[in-house]
């Protein structure tokens, strides 16, 4: 019995960015398919095939192949669950077709990719007298062809093995460090031994094994015959095989290099940047059969580069040879980001679905997108302007024009290159539109001490609840605002603006406000009325008496300060901030030494000792000066002003003869004595 078992997978996929209040909401099918293009199936023996189809939205599934819809019969069996089964024998029943699964629900019908199921393939090879290759010495290098080699499909189901004798029991190991199998079969000894030339009557024979249809052929016997040598020496490496491979994004590619040599080179792996390449754990590198091959798993578009080989032989001196292979990264088209959003849409505008496919570089382009709505192809008869449909973008870019609840569904892009197929399915849902009956007035006039209103009274779809968003701007600029949603986040409006519950009425409260109080309030208004899907948005401007002569206000924000009691604040740090500065003066000047004291100690005098000595002592005021005191400063003793303009006055003042250069240089002249006709030298003037 042989059995194959796939798996076609669609997860429920919920429209993007749609918040339901109807949890019964039927939802148009939605399909993820992970077939591959090609399925292959042998046709020996009795044959099982199973493979489920899943999408969202409670379905039920129906499958076509070849276009044509397949029913249950003693062969195919369907299933409620979208498994198809199918069981036949040789001869019997051909299975084999192209195969397309059907999502349906009441919202629409989604589809998977075609794939097809065929026959494996694999000939014989042709009939042939064994060939005896030339007789060669030990330690040499020598090589067998697969010659020959037969048709064998599909290639990752193929393999190469190389046997011995008449049967399939005794079969090389081509693993090892002397002997290599390269990518077309050819069996590589890379230095020989006397052992490999087979007894008389056995033979080299080359094996090809397809996976899939469990089956091995053999063919091109060849025989060996090889000399012995005692003193070997030294045999130059030689590079005798080296091939770059294709893969696929997401899969494995191998590179292969094959040198020869005795003894046996060393092979190391660098990439296009001279880095060397180190398998470690877990790693997406791999090294086989003694570094001959390099495994890259996971391949990206990254890995597409120019790889180097390097054999290096160390015998009387280091011998080192190189060979360029290429990996070449292949793939279905590749969508770019946002392609074939879910998208949720009102009655009458228009729903835009994208498909915008690139090639991995080095392939062409992708196929212009065919496109289909609940899995039927649309016409070029339904595009154009007036027509249901319309594309831009060279057919990437689908419209539906002024969408209607009928155009509810399922939509799917598809389009192709070399190397695959890309399929994706998107869902449309129409709604009913923010139908707004009653709007804010354009303009509105607000007086002291009056109150009106800014309200709006609207309906939309059942699934969905209208949300509010109020703004005011007033005449200097300053934007205020009370939303739950967006950047400005609460609410720092007025108290004399207040909401109603459900946000839909705005109440202008001026009962409190009198005179110019009322330009607080006058400003333009901006009011959202909104879904997750659809806007629709209002102005108002609001207007005062213009006779009115405005008055400063102050308007206290939620969480903020009021700048008077901030300025306040100020005033109180600068004015303990004065004070602080006025003691610590005080402070600074208070009792210690007065500097003139350290300079007479310091020239040897003793001005205190010096003060007692002269005979000065209090004397009191003169009787009678209180009476005769002058009015000025500055009055001389004959009543008259007098000013001081420089020292010789006070000369003539007072009879004194000044010499200014006595002064210190604080403009004090203690301790220095003058040429004073007066006093004795002995006398100190204080």
């Given at each position: 019995?042989?059995?194959?078992?796939?798996?076609?997978?669609?997860?429920?996929?919920?429209?993007?960015?749609?918040?339901?209040?109807?949890?019964?909401?039927?939802?148009?099918?939605?399909?993820?398919?992970?077939?591959?293009?090609?399925?292959?199936?042998?046709?020996?023996?009795?044959?099982?095939?199973?493979?489920?189809?899943?999408?969202?939205?409670?379905?039920?599934?129906?499958?076509?192949?070849?276009g044509i819809t397949i029913h249950n019969h003693m062969f195919r069996n369907l299933y409620s669950n979208g498994s198809l089964f199918i069981s036949v024998s040789n001869d019997t029943f051909s299975p084999y077709g192209v195969y397309q699964c059907f999502a349906n629900n009441s919202a629409g019908s989604a589809m998977s990719i075609k794939f097809t199921l065929t026959k494996p393939r694999l000939t014989g090879f042709p009939t042939s007298p064994t060939v005896d290759l030339p007789r060669a010495n030990e330690y040499d290098y020598?090589?067998?062809?697969?010659?020959?080699?037969?048709?064998?499909?599909?290639?990752?189901?193929?393999?190469?093995?190389?046997?011995?004798?008449?049967?399939?029991?005794?079969?090389?190991?081509?693993?090892?460090?002397?002997?290599?199998?390269?990518?077309?079969?050819?069996?590589?000894?890379?230095?020989?031994?006397?052992?490999?030339?087979?007894?008389?009557?056995?033979?080299?024979?080359?094996?090809?094994?397809?996976?899939?249809?469990?089956?091995?052929?053999?063919?091109?016997?060849?025989?060996?015959?090889?000399?012995?040598?005692?003193?070997?020496?030294?045999?130059?490496?030689?590079?005798?095989?080296?091939?770059?491979?294709?893969?696929?994004?997401?899969?494995?590619?191998?590179?292969?290099?094959?040198?020869?040599?005795?003894?046996?080179?060393?092979?190391?792996?660098?990439?296009?940047?001279?880095?060397?390449?180190?398998?470690?754990?877990?790693?997406?590198?791999?090294?086989?059969?003694?570094?001959?091959?390099?495994?890259?798993?996971?391949?990206?578009?990254?890995?597409?580069?120019?790889?180097?080989?390097?054999?290096?032989?160390?015998?009387?001196?280091?011998?080192?040879?190189?060979?360029?292979?290429?990996?070449?990264?292949?793939?279905?088209?590749?969508?770019?980001?946002?392609?074939?959003?879910?998208?949720?849409?009102?009655?009458?505008?228009?729903?835009?679905?994208?498909?915008?496919?690139?090639?991995?570089?080095?392939?062409?382009?992708?196929?212009?997108?065919?496109?289909?709505?609940?899995?039927?192809?649309?016409?070029?008869?339904?595009?154009?302007?007036?027509?249901?449909?319309?594309?831009?973008?060279?057919?990437?870019?689908?419209?539906?024009?002024?969408?209607?609840?009928?155009?509810?569904?399922?939509?799917?892009?598809?389009?192709?290159?070399?190397?695959?197929?890309?399929?994706?399915?998107?869902?449309?849902?129409?709604?009913?539109?923010?139908?707004?009956?009653?709007?804010?007035?354009?303009?509105?006039?607000?007086?002291?001490?009056?109150?009106?209103?800014?309200?709006?009274?609207?309906?939309?779809?059942?699934?969905f609840t209208l949300k509010y968003s109020w703004s005011f701007t007033n005449k200097d600029g300053d934007i205020f605002y009370n939303n739950d949603v967006g950047d400005n986040f609460g609410s720092n409006f007025p108290e004399e603006l207040v909401l109603s519950s459900d946000r839909s009425n705005l109440t202008l409260n001026g009962a409190n406000l009198e005179g110019g109080e009322i330009f607080k309030l006058v400003g333009s208004y901006k009011l959202r009325v909104f879904h997750d899907h659809e806007e629709k948005t209002y102005?108002?401007?609001?207007?005062?008496?213009?006779?009115?002569?405005?008055?400063?206000?102050?308007?206290?924000?939620?969480?903020?300060?009021?700048?008077?009691?901030?300025?306040?604040?100020?005033?109180?740090?600068?004015?303990?901030?004065?004070?602080?500065?006025?003691?610590?003066?005080?402070?600074?000047?208070?009792?210690?030494?007065?500097?003139?004291?350290?300079?007479?100690?310091?020239?040897?005098?003793?001005?205190?000792?010096?003060?007692?000595?002269?005979?000065?002592?209090?004397?009191?005021?003169?009787?009678?000066?209180?009476?005769?005191?002058?009015?000025?400063?500055?009055?001389?003793?004959?009543?008259?002003?007098?000013?001081?303009?420089?020292?010789?006055?006070?000369?003539?003042?007072?009879?004194?003869?000044?010499?200014?250069?006595?002064?210190?240089?604080?403009?004090?002249?203690?301790?220095?004595?003058?040429?004073?006709?007066?006093?004795?030298?002995?006398?100190?003037?204080?």
């Amino acid at each position: 019995m042989f059995s194959i078992y796939l798996l076609l997978l669609g997860s429920s996929v919920l429209l993007s960015n749609a918040q339901w209040d109807m949890e019964d909401l039927v939802q148009p099918p939605s399909m993820k398919s992970t077939f591959q293009q090609t399925y292959y199936l042998a046709d020996h023996g009795k044959v099982e095939f199973s493979v489920a189809c899943k999408a969202s939205g409670n379905p039920t599934y129906r499958w076509e192949v070849d276009g044509i819809t397949i029913h249950n019969h003693m062969f195919r069996n369907l299933y409620s669950n979208g498994s198809l089964f199918i069981s036949v024998s040789n001869d019997t029943f051909s299975p084999y077709g192209v195969y397309q699964c059907f999502a349906n629900n009441s919202a629409g019908s989604a589809m998977s990719i075609k794939f097809t199921l065929t026959k494996p393939r694999l000939t014989g090879f042709p009939t042939s007298p064994t060939v005896d290759l030339p007789r060669a010495n030990e330690y040499d290098y020598q090589r067998i062809k697969c010659n020959s080699r037969p048709t064998c499909k599909p290639d990752w189901a193929c393999s190469t093995e190389w046997k011995i004798g008449t049967g399939t029991e005794n079969s090389i190991d081509s693993t090892g460090p002397r002997v290599a199998l390269d990518g077309e079969g050819t069996l590589h000894f890379l230095y020989l031994l006397r052992t490999d030339q087979l007894q008389s009557g056995l033979y080299y024979g080359c094996g090809v094994w397809n996976q899939v249809m469990s089956l091995l052929t053999k063919g091109s016997h060849t025989t060996l015959s090889i000399t012995s040598v005692d003193n070997p020496g030294l045999k130059d490496m030689e590079l005798k095989y080296n091939r770059g491979a294709t893969g696929t994004k997401g899969k494995s590619a191998e590179l292969q290099c094959i040198f020869s040599g005795y003894p046996l080179p060393t092979i190391t792996w660098f990439d296009e940047n001279d880095d060397e390449i180190v398998p470690g754990s877990g790693d997406k590198y791999m090294l086989l059969n003694y570094n001959r091959i390099l495994r890259i798993k996971n391949l990206t578009p990254g890995d597409e580069m120019n790889y180097k080989c390097w054999g290096t032989q160390n015998y009387n001196g280091v011998i080192k040879k190189s060979a360029v292979v290429f990996l070449n990264v292949t793939g279905p088209p590749q969508a770019n980001s946002d392609q074939m959003q879910n998208v949720v849409k009102p009655i009458g505008t228009a729903a835009k679905f994208y498909c915008n496919t690139t090639s991995l570089p080095g392939e062409l382009e992708p196929a212009v997108p065919t496109w289909y709505f609940n899995g039927a192809l649309i016409t070029e008869a339904e595009v154009g302007f007036e027509q249901r449909y319309r594309k831009e973008a060279n057919g990437k870019v689908l419209i539906v024009n002024k969408v209607q609840k009928t155009n509810t569904g399922s939509f799917q892009c598809m389009t192709s290159n070399s190397e695959g197929v890309f399929m994706r399915d998107a869902t449309l849902v129409v709604i009913d539109p923010i139908v707004v009956t009653y709007t804010p007035p354009e303009e509105m006039e607000l007086l002291p001490e009056e109150v009106k209103y800014l309200a709006v009274d609207a309906t939309t779809d059942p699934l969905f609840t209208l949300k509010y968003s109020w703004s005011f701007t007033n005449k200097d600029g300053d934007i205020f605002y009370n939303n739950d949603v967006g950047d400005n986040f609460g609410s720092n409006f007025p108290e004399e603006l207040v909401l109603s519950s459900d946000r839909s009425n705005l109440t202008l409260n001026g009962a409190n406000l009198e005179g110019g109080e009322i330009f607080k309030l006058v400003g333009s208004y901006k009011l959202r009325v909104f879904h997750d899907h659809e806007e629709k948005t209002y102005f108002s401007e609001v207007t005062t008496d213009d006779s009115i002569n405005p008055a400063p206000v102050v308007v206290t924000t939620a969480g903020g300060f009021n700048p008077i009691i901030i300025a306040i604040i100020l005033g109180v740090i600068v004015l303990f901030i004065v004070i602080f500065l006025i003691v610590c003066l005080l402070y600074r000047n208070r009792g210690g030494t007065y500097p003139l004291d350290k300079k007479e100690l310091a020239a040897g005098h003793d001005p205190e000792k010096e003060l007692a000595n002269s005979g000065f002592h209090d004397l009191s005021r003169a009787d009678g000066f209180d009476d005769e005191k002058p009015t000025n400063d500055r009055m001389s003793l004959n009543d008259s002003d007098k000013d001081y303009d420089s020292d010789d006055d006070l000369d003539q003042e007072y009879g004194i003869d000044f010499d200014t250069s006595k002064f210190n240089e604080d403009g004090s002249f203690i301790g220095q004595y003058t040429d004073s006709k007066r006093h004795p030298p002995n006398q100190s003037v204080v």
